[in-house]
């Protein structure tokens, strides 16, 4: 079923029938792509863990990998966490509604397969109207993923969505593209400070103007997806190989390469296909256009993709990550 009733072109609102729908599958356990500011996520009843089981099922993710929960005002916090630091509520106050998940010990209302097992929950206040209409006619937290199969480039439109997920899902908002692109910056509060768990739409570096500094773990190489080809969706193109700060030299003559970077690359006759993220070099510009690049140029069928990384600082810093993740799973 797809509910996707857009109404204007800033793509901000789905029409209230379309969401009240969609809050009544939730009700019953279905399961429902929403779009959110970073990217479209695939929704459940974050205290139903049967419906919670679909969304693991349908993207095909691993039981180990938890989801975060969210939530549509601040009054909802205490609801599915406990012990929230006093810095961690003003970053709260500061950055919510909006690309961050902060991680806290959970409720035990929060079920374990929501968390992987784990004692502590990832909560996010999405700043998206379509999101938080649905969070709040539903009437409960959602816990959502990236509305994506496991190990594949996260959605930034609901046609991404229905391309890699269409009959998986009970229903499909349409909120336009999404205005950040990445995922939140995920944020956790350990007893000796604040760690940065994931590079994402809010810059570490604002939320250290209000956390006071935060811990940067060093990037690890993530694994590769487990899933053999046969089970992956067949409407979905096998993932072109991705080579970070390569030069077309490093291919035969003939291989047929696609260019992803800030600006332009050097010799552009050497590539079938290039997508500038930022003509100007803005790196939030180049955040919301990096999964739609990364779509399209995997549909190409191409041999490889040449990634340039851009500069290490505020969004670059998730640009870079989810391209150097891209380039482990080639
Ligand atoms: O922007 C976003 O965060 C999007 C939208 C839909 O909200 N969601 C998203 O979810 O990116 P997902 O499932 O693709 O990534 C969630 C990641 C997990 O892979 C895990 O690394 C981390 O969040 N996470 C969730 N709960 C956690 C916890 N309790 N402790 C540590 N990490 C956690
Ligand atoms: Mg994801």
């Not at 939730?26 to 009843?45: D, F, H, Q, S």
């Not at 049967?50 to 969210?70: G, M, N, T, W, Y």
């Not at 080809?229 to 409407?235: E, K, V, Y």
């Not at 070099?281 to 069928?301: I, N, P």
């Amino acid at each position: 079923m797809d509910l996707g009733l857009r109404t204007s072109d800033s793509g901000l609102r789905t029409s209230d029938s379309a969401i009240a729908h969609a809050a009544v599958i939730l009700r019953a356990g279905g399961i429902v792509a929403m779009p959110t500011e970073t990217v479209y996520g695939l929704a459940a009843n974050a205290f139903d863990p049967k419906a919670v089981a679909r969304v693991f099922e349908a993207k095909r993710r691993p039981s180990f990998d938890p989801l975060i929960v969210h939530i549509a005002d601040l009054d909802d916090l205490p609801g599915v966490a406990t012990e929230v630091p006093e810095a961690a509520r003003a970053v709260a106050e500061r950055f919510w509604p909006g690309p961050l998940t902060m991680v806290f010990p959970k409720r035990p209302e929060i079920p374990d397969i929501v968390t992987s097992g784990l004692p502590t929950v990832g909560v996010r206040f999405p700043d998206h109207p379509v999101a938080r209409a649905l969070i709040r006619a539903a009437g409960f937290p959602l816990a959502a993923p990236s509305a994506n199969p496991f190990g594949y480039i996260s959605p930034t439109t609901a046609e991404h969505v229905r391309e890699q997920l269409g009959d998986a899902v009970d229903a499909i908002l349409d909120g336009g593209p999404c205005r950040v692109g990445v995922e939140s910056t995920i944020l956790a509060w350990r007893p000796e400070g604040p760690v940065l768990l994931r590079a994402g739409g809010t810059p570490v570096e604002a939320l250290e103007e209000v956390a006071g500094p935060i811990s940067r773990p060093a990037p690890r190489m993530p694994t590769a997806p487990q899933d053999a080809p046969g089970q992956l969706p067949r409407h979905y193109s096998p993932r072109t190989p991705l080579s970070l700060d390569a030069s077309p030299d490093d291919f035969p003559a003939g291989a047929r390469l696609g260019w992803l970077g800030l600006g332009r690359p050097d010799r552009p006759e050497r590539y079938v296909s290039v997508e500038s993220l930022s003509e100007s070099g803005d790196l939030r510009e180049a955040a919301a256009r990096l999964f739609a690049a990364m779509h399209r140029l995997d549909a190409l069928g191409l041999d490889a993709v040449l990634a340039q990384p851009v500069p290490n600082k505020g969004l670059g810093l998730a640009v870079n990550d989810r391209l150097r993740r891209a380039a482990c799973q080639g």
